[in-house]
C-alpha cells in the first residue's frame, strides 16, 4: 500500500521532479533496476536510454529498438485512437488525425508533458489473449512475445521466459480495437467501477491485488489498462490517465516497461509464477508502480495460485496486480477475500446504443437509430458484440438499417412475430404452421424464434410493445385486448417456455415449436372451457384479407408433420427418439386435466404408447398395465381426449391398450394380447342408439357364441341398390351408407355408423391379432360372413367381405374380436393398405361397436364425410351404456359442439 501520508499527486508531482521526463527503457540483458531514458530526445528508430539504478543515479546506456513490421503479422492486435485523454463526444476524430499517430513507427519526437488538453493521437494497444487455451505447458523456450517487446525472467531452473509488454502495433483492425476506450470518461456504462479506481488513485488507497470481474465485452480489460495508465499517470489533473505525461505516452505507445500483461497460459506453471512473483519485487523502472494485468485468470492452476496468493502479503509497494476474469466461480475463495473485486455488469441498451451511434459519426454512417438500438438490444450488454455487429453491417453498405440487422442477426422482426403470434391464437393452423416453417427454413432457427417469441409476449405483456403504427401491430393489439387475451399470452408464455427446454434436447425442434404453437390457439379453448362448463370448441376466425381455413386443424398437423419429416410415412409419433416427446405430451396433457384424481391415476398408470396424425386426427394409443386401470381410463375418456385435444391442437382419437407386463418391450407390445377399440363423438346423438335387447341385464356374462342378439336399428330402411343391407336414414350420404351386420340367424348386429378408412387404424394389419378368418373362429363367433353380391354392379355397397372373429386368451378372460373388412378388388383404393381389421374388445359387459364401412367415401367430399362420420355409431348388447367409450373427439370450424 502506497503509504497515506505522502498523497498520490503528491508523490507524481515530487517524481516528475526528480525524474524529469526521462524515458524509460531496459535492455533485455540490462538490470532491471536500471534504465531511464529521455523522452525529449529524439528516438530514430532506436531509442535513447538512460540507465537508472534505483537510487536514482544515471548511466548512459543504448537500446535499440526497432518495430518490425513482422510484428503486426505475428499477430499483436493493435488499435489507434485519438487522444487518449478526451472522450469522444468531446473530441471526435477528425478523418486526417485518425491516420497519424505521434508514435508512429515508435519516434517520438517532443512531449510536452505541461500541455493537459491537446488532440494528440496516441498508440494504445492490444496483445492477443487466449479465451481457453490447450497450450501445452512445457513451452519453455518459446518466447511469450515477439522478442522486441518482452522481458526476459529467469524461471528457477535457468530458464528463460519471457514477459510480454503492452506492444505497440500500427493500425486498428476492428472498431472495437479502434475504439477502445482510454480514460474513465470513455469507459461506457461504468461508472461505480471508474469512480471507485479514480477515487483510490487520488486518496492513495491503493492495494496490490484488484480482481475485475463481469460478463464479456463489458469493458474490463480496457479498464485494467486505463487503471494501470493511471496509476502511473503524471498529471496534477484528477482526470487521468492525462494521456501526455511521459508515463501515459510510454504507456499508450506500448513501450512502458512497468505494465506489463501477462498471459495467464504462459504463467501457469509453479516457476514462472515464483519469477513472477520474484519479478514483482523489483521496483519499478521509471514509473510509480509495476502493474501487472493477468486476463482470462480463472486459467490459473491452483498451484499458480497458491504460489501467487502465498506471496503477495510480502510483496513490495509499488507491485500491483490486476486480474481479470468472466467467471468469478471458478477462481479460489482465498483469490475472492484476498482481492479489492470490482464488478461489471453489463451496459445498459441505452448506453450501448449511444455508443454506436458516436462510432457512425466517427466512421461517417448513416444509421436508422431503430436499427442501432436493435443491436444494442441483441448485444446482452456486451459493447464489444455490439460494435461488431456494427462493423459487420458497415461493410453491407454506407448505411445501417433495421432491415439489414434482421437479416444479419438472423432473427425476424417484431411485426413478422405478431403476424404469427396473431396467426397462432386465431386458431388459424394451416397458416400458422405455413408461416412458422417459412421463418424457420430461411431466417431463423426454432431455439431464436422461440426466444423471440417469449420476449415478444413478456414485452406486450409488460405494455411495452404497444408504440408503433404499422397496420399488423394496429391489427394485433386491436384483437387481443381483453382479459382473457393476457391470460391466454400469459399462459402461451409458460407452453414456449416449456418447449424451449424440450428443443434443446430435440432432434426434432421445427416440429415441436410448431406443435407449441398450434397449442396457444388450444390454450384458448381451455379458457373457453374453463369459462363456460360445456364442452365447446373453439371457432376459426377468419383474418382479414387471409382465406378461412376450412380444413381441420388435424389435417393442418397432419400435413405439418408429413411436412417436416418430408416423408409421409413419418406422421407417427412412437419411434424411441420420440419417447421424450410422447412422455412430454402426457405430461402436458395430465396436468391440464380437470380432474386431479384423474391426472393422477394418469400419470401413475399410464404411458402415451403412440400418436399418429391420419389425415386430421391425432391418433394416440395409451397403454395401461391392468384391466381395472383400463377401465377407470375408458370411464375419463372425455378427460383424456379432451387434454390431448388441447396439447395435440386437432381432433383426436384414443385408444386404450392393456398391456400385460411392464417390461414388455415395444416390440411384444405389438402383439398385446388386448386391444380396445372404442369409437365416439361428442356429437353422439344418444336417443338415435340402437339399441340392444338382449333380454337379460348388461352384466350378463354371456358368451358371443351364444349370443342371440336381437339388434333393433332405429330408422333403418333397405339400401336402395338393393344389395340387401339396410342403410340408416341418418346418412346424409348414401354413397356412404351404413350397413346392418347380421348374425348367421340374421339379427342384425350393427347399424348404422359409417367410418371412413380413413379413420381406420392403418397398422392394423402389422398386428397380426385376429386375422384368422379361420372357419373355427368363425363358427366360435356365430356369425357368418357377408359378402356383397355382384360388387361390380353395385359400386355402393360395402363391405364386400365382411367377418367377425372372436378371439380368446388364456391370459385374459377378456375376449377379442376382430371386424375384418376386406375388398375383394380394387374398389376401394381408399382403405389404407389391402385389408382393414378393427378389434373391439369383448369384455364382459363391454358394449362392442361394430363399423362397417363404404369403399366409396372417396367420391364423397370430405364436408360429406365429417359429419357421417360421428353421425351414428351403435352399440349393441348394453343399452344402459350410451356411450361409453369415446375415441375421436372432433371438433368442427365454426361449430360449437356439446357433448
Ligand atoms: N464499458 C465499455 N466502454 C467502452 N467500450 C467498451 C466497453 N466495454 C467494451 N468496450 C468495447 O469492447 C472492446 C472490448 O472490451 P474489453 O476487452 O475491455 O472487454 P472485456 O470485458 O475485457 O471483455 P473480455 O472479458 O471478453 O476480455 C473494447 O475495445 C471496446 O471497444
Ligand atoms: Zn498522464
Request: charged share 25%.
Given at each position: ?676 377399440l372404442f369409437n365416439c363423438s361428442?356429437r353422439m346423438p344418444h336417443d338415435s342408439l340402437t339399441t340392444t335387447e ?15 342378439a336381437t339388434i333393433r336399428a332405429n330408422s333403418v330402411e333397405t339400401c336402395s341398390c338393393?344389395c340387401g343391407y339396410q342403410i340408416s336414414q341418418n346418412c346424409n350420404c348414401r354413397k356412404e351408407a351404413a350397413k346392418t351386420i347380421r348374425n348367421?340367424?340374421?339379427n342384425a348386429l350393427s347399424i348404422g355408423a359409417t367410418v371412413p378408412p380413413?379413420l381406420w ?25 357377408i ?9 355402393n355397397c360395402f363391405p364386400?367381405?365382411l367377418?367377425l ?14 371386424l375384418?373388412i ?16 378393427t378389434?373391439f ?6 358394449p362392442c361397436v361394430f363399423r362397417s364401412s363404404s369403399n366409396n367415401y372417396?367420391?364423397c367430399?370430405?364436408?360429406e364425410v365429417v359429419p357421417m362420420m360421428d353421425s351414428k355409431v351403435h352399440c349393441w348388447r348394453t343399452p344402459?351404456f350410451p356411450f361409453r367409450k369415446?375415441w375421436q ?11
Open positions: 500500500m502506497v503509504s497515506g501520508d505522502k498523497s498520490l499527486g503528491e508523490r507524481y508531482c515530487g517524481d516528475c521532479k526528480d525524474e524529469g521526463l526521462d524515458l524509460t527503457c531496459i535492455t533485455p540483458s540490462s538490470d532491471h533496476l536500471e534504465g531511464v531514458g529521455s523522452c525529449n530526445e529524439p528516438i530514430e528508430g532506436s531509442l535513447q536510454a538512460e540507465r537508472v539504478n534505483h537510487n536514482g543515479s544515471k548511466k548512459k546506456s543504448r537500446y535499440k529498438k526497432k518495430i518490425r513490421s513482422s510484428r503486426a503479422a505475428a499477430g499483436d492486435v493493435v488499435s489507434r485512437v485519438g487522444s487518449p485523454c478526451l472522450s469522444m463526444t468531446d473530441a471526435p476524430l477528425e478523418g486526417s488525425n485518425r491516420g497519424t499517430s505521434l508514435y508512429r513507427n515508435e519516434d517520438v519526437d517532443v512531449i510536452d508533458h505541461n500541455h493537459l488538453g491537446c488532440g494528440i493521437s496516441c498508440c494504445w494497444s492490444r496483445t492477443p489473449r487466449f479465451r481457453e487455451s490447450n497450450l501445452p505447458f512445457d513451452v519453455e523456450d518459446q518466447p511469450l512475445l515477439s522478442a522486441e517487446v518482452g522481458e526476459t525472467l529467469q524461471s528457477e531452473q535457468g530458464k528463460s521466459w519471457k514477459l510480454e509488454i503492452i506492444p505497440y502495433s500500427e493500425s486498428p483492425r476492428s472498431f472495437s480495437q479502434k475504439f477502445r476506450p482510454k480514460s474513465f470518461n470513455e469507459l461506457v456504462g461504468q461508472n461505480v467501477v471508474a469512480r471507485s479506481l479514480l477515487s483510490a488513485i487520488s486518496n492513495g488507497r491503493i492495494t496490490s491485488f484488484y480482481l475485475f470481474h463481469g460478463p464479456r465485452g463489458t469493458g474490463k480489460t480496457s479498464a485494467s489498462r486505463i487503471f494501470a495508465a493511471a496509476l502511473n499517470c503524471l498529471s496534477l489533473d484528477e482526470h487521468r490517465p492525462c494521456g501526455l505525461c511521459r508515463e501515459c505516452v510510454l504507456f499508450f505507445a506500448g513501450r512502458s516497461r512497468d505494465i506489463k500483461e501477462v498471459d495467464s497460459v504462459r504463467i501457469n506453471r509453479r516457476d514462472r509464477a515464483r519469477s513472477l512473483i520474484k519479478n514483482a519485487a523489483i521496483p519499478p523502472v521509471s514509473s510509480r508502480f509495476k502493474v501487472f494485468i493477468i486476463d482470462e485468470c480463472h486459467l490459473l492452476r491452483g498451484e499458480t495460485w497458491a504460489t501467487f496468493l502465498n506471496n503477495l502479503e510480502g510483496l513490495s509497494q509499488h507491485a500491483i496486480f490486476v486480474m481479470i476474469t468472466p467467471d468469478l466461480d471458478k477462481l479460489p475463495r482465498k483469490a475472492l477475500s484476498r482481492s479489492q473485486r470490482h464488478h461489471f455488469p453489463k451496459i445498459k441498451e441505452a448506453d450501448v446504443a449511444s455508443r454506436l451511434g458516436k462510432i457512425c459519426v466517427e466512421e461517417r454512417l448513416d444509421f436508422d437509430q431503430g436499427a442501432l438500438e436493435f443491436i444494442a438490444s441483441r448485444s446482452n450488454g456486451s459493447l464489444r458484440d455490439a460494435e461488431m455487429t456494427l462493423e459487420q453491417l458497415s461493410l453491407l453498405g454506407k448505411k445501417i438499417t433495421m432491415s439489414m440487422a434482421y437479416e444479419l442477426i438472423g432473427i425476424v422482426s417484431e411485426d413478422e412475430l405478431l403476424d404469427l403470434l396473431d396467426l397462432a391464437f386465431s386458431s388459424d393452423t394451416s397458416n400458422t404452421i405455413r408461416r412458422a416453417r417459412e421463418l424457420m427454413r430461411s431466417r431463423i432457427d426454432p431455439m431464436q424464434l422461440i426466444s423471440q417469441l417469449a420476449n415478444l409476449i413478456m414485452d406486450i405483456l409488460a405494455g411495452k410493445c404497444q408504440e408503433g403504427t404499422s397496420e399488423v401491430r394496429r391489427k394485433f393489439f386491436g384483437r387481443h385486448t381483453s382479459e382473457a387475451d393476457v391470460q391466454q399470452l400469459s399462459h402461451g408464455l409458460k407452453i414456449l417456455s416449456e418447449t424451449e427446454k424440450q428443443l434443446r434436447t430435440s432432434k426434432n425442434q421445427t416440429t415441436w415449436l410448431t406443435v407449441a404453437l398450434l397449442q396457444l390457439s388450444s390454450v384458448g379453448s381451455s379458457f373457453l372451457d374453463a369459462n363456460d362448463s360445456r364442452l365447446c370448441v373453439r371457432t376459426v376466425h377468419p383474418r382479414d384479407g387471409d382465406f378461412c381455413s376450412t380444413s381441420s386443424t388435424g389435417e393442418s398437423l397432419k400435413h405439418l408433420v408429413t411436412c417436416v419429416h418430408d416423408n409421409n410415412d413419418s406422421c407417427k409419433l412412437g419411434m424411441k427418439d420420440d419417447k421424450e416427446n410422447l412422455e412430454s405430451i402426457w405430461q402436458r396433457a395430465t396436468e391440464i386435466c380437470k380432474s386431479n384424481s384423474v391426472k393422477k391415476f394418469l400419470r401413475k398408470r399410464g404411458t402415451l404408447f403412440s400418436v399418429r396424425f391420419n389425415h386430421g386426427l391425432a391418433v394416440a394409443e395409451l397403454e395401461f398395465h391392468h384391466p381395472d386401470y383400463v377401465s377407470k381410463a375408458e370411464k375419463s375418456w372425455k378427460l383424456i381426449a379432451n387434454a390431448l385435444q388441447s396439447i395435440l391442437g386437432c381432433n383426436v382419437e384414443i385408444r386404450i391398450n392393456l398391456v400385460h407386463s411392464a417390461s414388455m418391450t415395444k416390440y411384444v407390445k405389438v402383439k398385446r394380447p388386448s386391444f380396445r361428442r338382449r333380454g337379460s341385464n348388461p352384466s350378463d356374462k354371456s358368451d358371443f357364441t351364444s349370443e342371440k338393393d348367421n340367424e340374421g380413413r387404424p392403418d397398422d392394423f394389419p402389422k398386428h397380426g391379432l385376429g386375422l384368422d378368418s379361420s372357419k373355427e373362429e368363425r363358427s366360435n363367433f356365430g356369425c357368418q360372413a359378402s356383397a353380391q355382384e360388387p361390380e354392379k353395385q359400386p364386400r367381405t367377418k372373429h372372436r378371439k380368446s386368451h388364456s391370459s385374459d378372460t377378456s375376449q377379442m374380436i376382430c375384418k376386406q375388398p375383394q378388388n380394387n374398389l376401394a383404393p381408399s382403405i389404407p393398405g389391402k385389408t382393414s381389421e378389434y374388445h369383448a369384455n364382459d359387459h363391454d372417396n367420391n367430399s370430405r364436408d344402459t369415446a373427439m372432433r371438433h368442427q370450424p365454426q361449430r360449437t359442439h356439446l357433448v
